[in-house]
């Protein structure tokens, strides 16, 4: 069966700290993709990356990186010098390679304080 | 910008009462999906469609039914609304494999439910 986990239930910090999410997965499939999305208060889901599971390069952008580890079954999320805006519940996701279709993490809420 | 639009975006309405949840996308994807979000904030995948006359179940079962009768359009309806309904569902939408776009989902906005 597939699983995420999102151990990190709230996590609450001053601005400009950086703060590292955390993200485990299971599943028996030899590829997949994997997804971090965003969710403001407003609602909807927004799509920071997706990767896939041959692909195990790190990425940044900008503020926001991505470790992504196979041999741990981990794709961890940073954010830089965080700012009040990064305040949100965060994703990740395990996605089918055929199917597309997603299994989410728990999530995890992120305060960012001034 | 994803054009994939949910409708209503907020409905609180009594027990008992038929409700139909409108998604929409513009973009021609053929595959399209509904997750529902518990107020305690995990989300679930309750249906999912490959296409025009296909529906399917997914992980978490659900009372609520589907249909897909054009590519753009993928209603959910529940017959007979109960609290234990209160969520939000969000509908998302993947452009078909090998025409050229990623394979990121695109979701609505989402509706918030509330059932009285």
């Known amino acids: 069966a597939q699983k995420v986990t999102q151990a990190q239930t709230e996590i609450s910090v001053v601005e400009k700290e950086d703060v590292t999410l955390d993200c485990v997965y299971e599943t028996r499939d030899t590829t997949y993709y994997l997804f971090w999305y965003k969710q403001p208060p407003s609602g909807e889901l927004v799509f920071l990356i997706r990767r896939n599971s041959f692909d195990e390069q790190n990425e940044i952008s900008g503020r926001y990186s991505w470790n992504f580890q196979k041999s741990t079954s981990s794709f961890n999320f940073t954010i830089t010098a965080s700012q009040v805006v990064d305040s949100a519940v965060y994703f990740c996701a395990l996605g089918d390679w055929e199917d597309q279709k997603l299994v989410f993490g728990q999530g995890t809420r992120l305060t960012i304080n001034p | 910008e994803a054009d994939i639009y949910q409708t209503p975006r907020y409905l609180v309405i009594g027990t008992g009462k038929k409700i139909t949840l409108e998604c929409s996308q513009t973009m021609g994807h053929d595959k399209m999906y509904w997750y529902q979000q518990d107020p305690g904030m995990e989300l679930h995948l309750i249906h999912y469609s490959y296409g025009v006359n296909s529906t399917e179940k997914g992980d978490l079962s659900s009372e609520s039914t589907v249909s897909r009768i054009r590519t753009e359009h993928f209603p959910l309806t529940l017959e007979s609304a109960r609290p234990s309904h209160t969520s939000q569902y969000l509908c998302?939408?993947?452009?078909?494999?090998?025409?050229?776009?990623?394979?990121?989902?695109?979701f609505g906005q989402g509706t918030r439910l509330t059932v009285v």
């Open positions: 998302a939408s993947i452009p078909t494999p090998g025409s050229g776009g990623n394979t990121e989902a695109f």
